[in-house]
């Protein structure tokens, strides 16, 4: 192994000056799963509510229909004909889900909290294969990569909005997501951008482990125009000194919890002044460089590909922030916060639209 990271040292240089792009045929397996497992599960859920409400109906029919004429049976039955409708909409949106699910891979009715699936690494249409491929010698390398390179997804059913997160430290992604949630057409934007997104993290700590250096090399912008003290880890309140001597801690315990608030705090001052709040932190992270900025690509790419060509470069130009505050994407307008980094990424995402 040590080898075959001397062989790719090259290669390390090129995508830790930029490797935004995530793999394209496991985004594509990945996302099939997931909204296989979800649709099916929201059939379940479907099916359950149908059976549930079909056997109130008949129970209240036929408890109904042993009394006499009256009033109260009347309104009684005028509700059981409103609940025959909402059946009647339930059954559309069975048959509207079972369409959905022949869009994506099959799946099991899954009603657990959680699901997992390990994928196995599918570099296929990723613009680095080639170089990677370039730099490996025979099938036993290559073997080596595809173990480093499985990759377990697990659907968490959660309340709240989906979202998805990679966890540098079990090497796997996790997507957070009700167990009934789709729209009215069966696609959940934000678990596929979720994907995408976090796909980017998993190609750049994979070439990391690859190389066996340092967590975060690959991706992150060039040093001169790092920011290597702004995390998305970072505390969102302002810190104080306030209640530390109280605290029931050995002295040594407390001092040293004094200096990293000290610390801290001397930070937050430096970023105040530079006009850098707690909501800028996740954008300006390094690690997150090129994983945001292949998130605001495509979604820039998507506005201006349905303009003309001569409308296209100052669509471009205005969704990044180079025309005021007005209509730019949000990553690009915390960017100008690091004008370094700012300029770099215009650069990135106007070469990628061929408009540079």
């Given at each position: ?64 229909a ?99 997160n990679?966890s ?17 057409d069966?696609?959940?934007p ?39 003290d ?60 090129y ?66």
């Open positions: 192994m040590a080898n075959l990271t001397v062989r790719i040292a090259t290669l390390a240089k090129q995508l830790i000056a930029g490797m935004f792009k995530y793999p394209p045929a496991m985004q594509e397996d990945i996302h099939s799963w997931v909204m296989g497992v979800l649709l099916a599960t929201k059939l379940a859920l479907l099916k359950q509510q149908a059976d549930d409400l079909s056997k109130w109906i008949a129970d209240q029919e036929a408890a109904w042993k009394r006499r004429k009256s009033k109260k049976k009347e309104e009684a039955l005028g509700f059981v004909e409103m609940r025959k409708m909402s059946l009647e909409d339930l059954q559309r949106e069975i048959e509207d889900v079972q369409r959905q699910r022949q869009s994506y891979a099959p799946a099991k009715v899954e009603l657990h909290d959680s699901i997992e699936k390990v994928f196995p690494m599918d570099l296929s249409g990723w613009p680095y294969l080639p170089k990677l491929k370039d730099r490996l010698r025979g099938k036993r390398e290559w073997k080596l990569v595809q173990d480093k390179g499985k990759l377990p997804v697990t659907i968490e059913f959660k309340r709240g909005p989906a979202r998805a990679w540098p430290i079990h090497k796997k992604i996790t997507i957070y997501v009700a167990p009934d949630e789709t729209r009215s069966g696609y959940i934000e678990v596929e951008e979720g994907i995408r997104h976090e796909l980017r993290h998993y190609a750049q700590a994979l070439m990391d482990d690859i190389l066996g250096g340092q967590p975060g090399r690959a991706g992150r912008p060039p040093k001169r125009m790092r920011d290597p702004i995390k998305q880890s970072l505390p969102r309140e302002r810190p104080t000194l306030e209640g530390i001597e109280d605290m029931p801690l050995p002295e040594e315990t407390k001092a040293l919890l004094m200096k990293g608030m000290r610390h801290l705090k001397t930070l937050f001052d430096r970023l105040e002044k530079a006009g850098i709040t707690p909501e800028d932190f996740h954008n300006l992270d390094d690690q997150e460089f994983t945001q900025l292949g998130t605001s690509y495509e979604l820039i790419k998507k506005r201006v590909s349905r303009l003309p060509d001569d409308q296209k470069l100052e669509e471009a130009k205005r969704l990044m922030g180079l025309h005021g505050r007005s209509g730019t994407e949000q990553f690009f307008w915390t960017l100008r916060k690091n004008k370094a980094k700012h300029r770099k990424a215009v650069n990135v995402v106007l070469k990628e639209l061929g408009l540079l």
